[in-house]
């Protein structure tokens, strides 16, 4: 099958994969201890309002299987867990060091997350496994169609996709707005929060990562090519933050 947007990701790779490749590791094992506190700031302490909106979107029912990709630091799993207990969650991440803090903050709170350290462009899961699942704050760092395939096919046919990131806002006046707050916080965050050499080394690549990222529409359209319906993109914030939420198809002889 061939994507509108297949350009678009050749061009985002072709610029980010040494650094995805590379350095995006060292990273987030560089700020996975004060990766949650870091974000409070630098969304001005909305972000626990943004996480409520987001899993409000979410209708989840007792005993389903949940996969959160790229999990970090399982706010996510947590989240949901204190609103349905009974959810059988698995959360993936390529951070060790993020999925560290993830096992013992869900621990802290009486709570058992399955956690996997993997590739997240290929899921160590089988195909239609869950009836869930979710991606958020990260998107950005990855090959999309390749991650958005994946998690069609382990997706149970009839089971919902929830995706939440900062995006590209479709907006010039606010995307040149938004740049100058990121090029702000890039200048203060890794001094505040003592970060090392390898968050150092790509403050620029995270501004550069949003603009040649999506819009809230543009993701709405890439998610319908890879076969996905029912999907509803809302932006918030000036189009910063996008939510969406699609489904998997049931069978033709199902629906």
Known sequence: MKYCYAGKEHAREKEFQKIWSNDIDDVFSDVARYYDRANIFASLGLLSSLQSRFISTMDIQPGQKVLDVCAGTNVIGINLMHREPS???????????????????ASQHGFEIKSFISDVH????????????TLQW??????????????????????YFHHCDMLRPASRLVEKMYYVYLKVLMGVIPRLFRSGPASMKCRNYFIHAIRMFYSTEELSALLSELGFSQISGRSVLGGTVGFHKARKPLP???T
């Open 87 to 105: 959810l059988d969650i698995h959360a993936v991440d390529r951070s060790v060091a993020m999925q560290e803090v993830g096992r013992e903050r």
């Open 122 to 133: 290929q899921l160590p899961f089988p195909d239609n496994h869950f009836d869930v699942v």
């Open 138 to 159: 990260a998107t950005r760092h990855l090959r999309v169609i390749e991650v958005f395939s994946e998690i069609n096919r382990v997706l149970k046919p009839g089971g």
């Open 252 to 254: 033709s002889s199902e």
